[in-house]
């Protein structure tokens, strides 16, 4: 079972991206730059109205934390899992879950890429796995 997000006026165009299997993140028309979480203006030059660009959702494993206890009940089934961050090859790091492998195989530097899990009709969560 899934903990399912929030969707705001202000997510809502990364959660329709997610739906349709793609991977965007908030870029700014002014200087360039690309971040996730999304916010209202940009982190570095303070510009507001970003817009929003796909991204390829293939990274690396920056870090990660193995979870061995339930830190909400909708996840006690899933444990042992691995939340982590993921910088992806356009910059941005996300967090995430890891998927497709032992807890115990994922490491710092492991390559990775995006993966879709419809867990209602409306919202499909984005995890990453190792690539092959």
Do not use: K, N
Request: with cysteine; net charge neutral.
């Amino acid at each position: 079972m899934a903990i399912i997000p929030g969707m705001t006026d202000l997510t809502r165009p990364y959660w329709e991206a997610a739906r349709e299997g793609r991977l965007v993140v908030q870029q700014c028309p002014a200087c360039g730059r690309s971040w996730h979480p999304p916010l209202p203006a940009c982190p570095h030059c303070h510009r507001a109205g970003p817009g929003w660009r796909e991204v390829a959702g293939t990274g690396t494993v920056y870090t990660y934390t193995v979870v061995r206890h339930p830190t909400h009940v909708a996840l006690a089934d899933a444990i042992p899992y691995v939340i982590a961050i993921v910088e992806l090859t356009e910059g941005p790091r996300v967090v995430t879950g890891i998927t497709g492998c032992d807890v115990g195989d994922v490491r710092a530097g492991m390559p990775v890429r995006v993966t879709f899990s419809a867990v209602t009709g409306e919202v499909t969560l984005p995890y990453f796995e190792p690539v092959a």
